[in-house]
């Protein structure tokens, strides 16, 4: 998952407001944090905050952290916390104000439990339960730029006026895999992509088909505006020079 970043520290004195006071007590009492980020115009926060952070399952899984809501509009969440592009976005903090983790967009308790399961092994809470069977090394490697919920990915690009990028892959296809290392991970890919949401989903997800979307071959891109209608697909492995023709001819249809 994504790597420890530092917030921005201000002695206790300088720092002001509902915010300041939990961060203050968090200091104090030794305590991590789930900074949870939401805004109004934000369809899927209420859900996150009802279906998903009231689970029975991840309330006893977070009863380590102290937990705190923040608007993304407010003044204090804009200095004090690192910058928030998407809501809900859900901070994993050290007593000494250190980022572990960061969640972005909805997530259903299984999904959000391994973040938390992660999140108390980097900070050497209590041992966790719920990641034997499950893997989480996709999104450990990809957590700042992937996201893995397109309704969550729609609102994103509608808040921001992004253009969506689906990536279907495979765990098995060994050409999905060097798609993920080589072209994807080429800096020139990224700026190319700056606009993008860039979401990944697995060929044989329930998600994939409530799209609408029947991929025959692993990887297949999908570019679409954010209302999901079709750019352009991108059928198989491409390397750098080919994709980038393809994310071009995606950008001249927007």
């Not at 609102?155 to 072209?183: C, F, N």
């Not at 989903?201 to 025959?216: F, R």
Request: glycine residues 4%; proline residues 3%.
């Amino acid at each position: 998952m994504n790597k420890m970043t530092w917030l921005i520290f201000l002695p206790a004195l300088l720092i002001s407001g509902e915010l300041k006071d939990s961060l203050v007590k968090a200091k104090k009492s030794h305590q991590a944090m789930m900074i949870y980020v939401k805004s109004d115009s934000c369809q899927f926060c209420a859900k996150m905050k009802s279906k998903t952070l009231n689970d029975a399952s991840v309330l006893e899984n977070t009863s380590d952290f102290m937990f705190i809501v923040a608007d993304k509009n407010d003044a204090e969440t804009k200095k004090y916390l690192p910058n928030v592009r998407y809501t809900p976005t859900i901070y994993f903090i050290s007593p000494e104000f250190k980022v572990v983790n960061t969640v972005k967009g909805y997530l259903g308790k299984d999904d959000f439990n391994l973040w938390v399961d992660d999140s108390k092994r980097k900070l050497g809470l209590n041992d966790t339960t719920h990641v034997e069977n499950v893997t989480t090394e996709g999104v450990e490697k990809s957590s700042d730029t992937w996201m893995y919920d397109m309704p969550s990915a729609m609102d994103y690009a509608a808040q921001t006026g992004k253009q969506i990028m689906l990536y279907v892959d495979s765990p098995d296809s060994k050409w999905s895999r060097k798609m993920m290392e080589s072209t994807l991970s080429d800096t020139d890919i990224k700026e190319a992509l700056d606009n993008f949401v860039w979401v990944k989903l697995q060929k044989d997800s329930a998600d994939v088909y409530t799209l609408g979307l029947h991929p025959k071959h692993t990887p297949t891109v999908y570019f679409m505006k954010a209302d999901k209608s079709s750019l352009a697909t991108a059928e198989g492995y491409f390397n750098k020079s080919d994709f980038l023709q393809w994310i071009n001819y995606a950008k001249s249809k927007i």
